[in-house]
């Protein structure tokens, strides 16, 4: 890999896992904190959106677009919304790293069931490690002593949202060939007016959110697009194959956040953990 690639990547695990480390600090937001970082992030990217389309000569806009667009903002959604109550239950040691190994496990059992695919020895290795870090990761209570393992829930279910919005952004970027940021922006415009009745319907909890925890929106409202665009632009040069070991790097970085910053308990096991999902996630990629 070039250097300008990796250097862009690290920067996206970096900022990925700070926006998250906001999030967590706001965990019981629920989904009017969603609304009020997507609103923001609407408001920063689209002027550079609008930009990009009015400097650009053969950048025409396809009703296709906007199906895109549409599908990405139901998925983050969803995803914001399950990530939050995530965070407001459990650990971020815990949550983060099995919401980010998820997903690749996800797409190598889809690929066998569905597409038929045989992914190897290396590919299938690789999903057994990520099962075991899981299960090193998942072992013990969390923080509050759930015995039901409320944070190990939230953290699959957060994976698999993950991977379903990779995989249809994957699709929307490459097949469709959506530009990054447009399709960015228009996904964001369209998360807030899903939430947007919600929101409105709760007055005094978007005044307290704001008043409240308004760093922590404006950090993850510019953080997140960002981290996500810089994976984004790197997937147009550089082979997936590459790109997501190197992005995972952001589980490790989590769990030491967790750790060093939240406190949170049994910090060598939970570490050891996310290296093996991060294992995994390397020999799914190279499988």
């Not at 923001?40 to 000569?57: K, M, Q, R, Y």
Request: glycine share 10%; hydrophobic share 55%; aromatic share 8%.
């Amino acid at each position: 890999m070039h250097a300008v690639p990796l250097v862009l990547l690290l920067t996206a695990s970096c900022l990925h896992a700070a926006w998250n480390f906001a999030a967590k600090r706001v965990g019981d937001g629920g989904a009017v904190f969603v609304w009020w970082y997507y609103t923001v992030s609407a408001v920063l990217c689209v002027p550079l959106a609008v930009g990009e389309l009015l400097l650009s000569d053969d950048l025409r806009p396809r009703w296709w677009w906007l199906v895109a667009a549409a599908g990405t903002a139901v998925l983050h959604v969803g995803y914001g919304i399950v990530l939050q109550r995530g965070y407001a239950a459990g650990d971020m040691s815990v949550v983060y790293p099995l919401a980010r190994g998820t997903g690749p496990l996800l797409s190598v059992i889809v690929a066998v069931l569905v597409l038929g695919e045989r992914p190897g020895v290396l590919g299938l290795a690789g999903a057994g490690a990520v099962v075991a870090g899981v299960l090193v990761i998942s072992a013990g209570r969390p923080a509050g002593g759930d015995p039901r393992l409320t944070s190990v829930f939230y953290g699959l279910l957060t994976g698999a949202t993950i991977a379903g919005y990779t995989l249809w952004d994957a699709r929307s970027v490459n097949a469709i060939g959506m530009p990054p940021l447009l399709y960015f922006a228009a996904g964001s415009v369209l998360q807030t007016v899903l939430l947007t009745p919600y929101a409105l319907a709760r007055p005094a909890a978007r005044r307290r959110l704001w008043a409240g925890h308004r760093r922590e929106i404006l950090v993850i409202a510019v953080l997140s697009p960002l981290a996500y665009l810089l994976v984004l632009y790197v997937l147009r040069t550089t082979p997936v194959s590459v790109v997501a070991p190197v992005r995972e790097l952001s589980i490790v970085i989590g769990s030491l956040i967790a750790w060093r910053v939240l406190g949170e308990p049994n910090p060598l096991r939970r570490l050891i953990g996310a290296v093996i999902v991060l294992s995994g996630i390397v020999g799914i990629a190279l499988s």
